[in-house]
């Protein structure tokens, strides 16, 4: 049987649609997820870090951590507790890494860590925002006098197990007819003792870590070369626990932040200036000055500002871990912002 719709339902029915429509359409405060909850009831963000990789995840003799996953991992403390020093790091070796987050031992893993489909898709984790554009290469000594990748056929090479680097490995071997000999190692440590020992003829993973081991491990960085090609693509960037969509949007956003922020030229010593005295709307914005982006995240509307002020805009973050005047002496490359050549690309904050 059909039913007509009576014309004195008709504008009750019209005003239920407009309601609806609203609801949906209309931004709303964020309902805080249970991961952020637990953060503030710990007062303090537990981050996995590396074991010991310097420029990315690294202590030093007093137990104070540094490099650029640390410095996601403290601007996300400065965003939602008020301040960077409250984040407990947790070093996991990548074996142990995606369980120690997929069991909650841990908040977020900001642990130099390729975003894949696999990874994606069936560890019930999510990749968030990539913070480092890497690619996977091989170093050896200076006195092999070797000039290409292609020339280690036959060579032992090491490896540490559990990451994309092992995989990559058999694949470039293959592909090249190389017969390439794997030396594999759970921990990094070993790894790193075994190629500098001799054990291995080359040492391969991400580029810059790399670079990071040969500016620590090495007794003289120069005799050591990288090789100049890079056999994969390994975006890096942290990750997060399905199930908690609040908990990613502001882990995402806060690096998203920080990569706006050095387009518009926000430094870690120029917010007040600039709140006082700029008139460009996204300056304002991010800043908090004019819209209140912290609302749709269940934050303040000072997240970000904090987060800046805490440990600068992405520029500032790679300059102090990784750039030109420190140990690791790495260009920005493909980590420079879109408009300078590179292919950080923050999305807008709007």
């Not at 009750?12 to 649609?17: C, D, F, Q, R, T």
């Not at 200076?142 to 292609?150: D, E, F, V």
């Not at 800043?287 to 600068?312: C, F, I, P, Y």
Request: aromatic content about 8%; charged content about 20%; glycine content about 8%.
């Amino acid at each position: 049987m059909t039913r007509l719709i009576t014309p004195s339902l008709q504008p009750a029915l019209k005003v239920s649609a407009i309601a609806l429509f609203c609801a949906i359409a209309w931004p709303q405060f964020a309902w805080a997820g249970k991961t952020l909850d637990t953060i503030k009831q710990r007062d303090a963000v537990v981050c996995g870090v590396n074991t010991g990789l310097a420029g990315f995840g690294a202590s030093d003799s007093q137990g104070k951590w540094s490099g650029m996953d640390v410095d996601i991992c403290r601007a996300i403390a400065a965003a939602v507790l008020g301040s960077p020093d409250k984040v407990r790091y947790t070093p996991l070796p990548a074996p142990q890494r995606f369980a120690a987050l997929q069991s909650g031992e841990v908040d977020i893993l900001s642990r130099n860590t390729s975003f894949t489909l696999t990874r994606d898709a069936s560890l019930g984790l999510h990749q968030t925002a990539v913070t480092y554009y890497d690619g996977q290469g091989f170093m050896v000594a200076a006195s092999a006098n070797i000039k290409s990748a292609k020339q280690l056929k036959g060579a032992t090479v090491c490896v540490q197990s559990g990451t994309t680097t092992e995989k990559n490995l058999t694949d470039f071997s293959r592909a090249n007819n190389l017969n390439i000999k794997p030396v594999v190692f759970e921990k990094f440590d070993a790894a790193n003792a075994a190629y500098f020992s001799g054990r291995c003829k080359a040492y391969t993973t991400d580029a810059s870590g790399l670079a990071s081991i040969r500016a620590k491990e090495a007794k003289n960085p120069k005799d050591h070369v990288i090789l100049p090609e890079l056999i994969s693509k390994e975006p890096l960037g942290p990750l997060v626990r399905r199930g908690d969509d609040e908990w990613l949007a502001i882990v995402k956003w806060t690096v998203y932040g920080l990569i706006e922020a050095e387009e518009y030229g926000i430094t870690s010593t120029n917010i007040d200036k600039l709140k006082a005295e700029s008139t460009d709307p996204v300056v304002l914005r991010l800043l908090g000055k004019s819209d209140d982006t912290g609302k749709l995240l269940g934050l303040d509307r000072d997240w970000l500002a904090r987060a800046l002020a805490a440990v600068g805009n992405y520029g500032e973050i790679f300059d102090r871990n990784l750039g030109d005047k420190t140990p690791m002496a790495l260009k920005r490359g493909l980590n420079a912002q879109w408009n300078k050549g590179g292919l950080q690309y923050a999305i807008p904050l709007r």
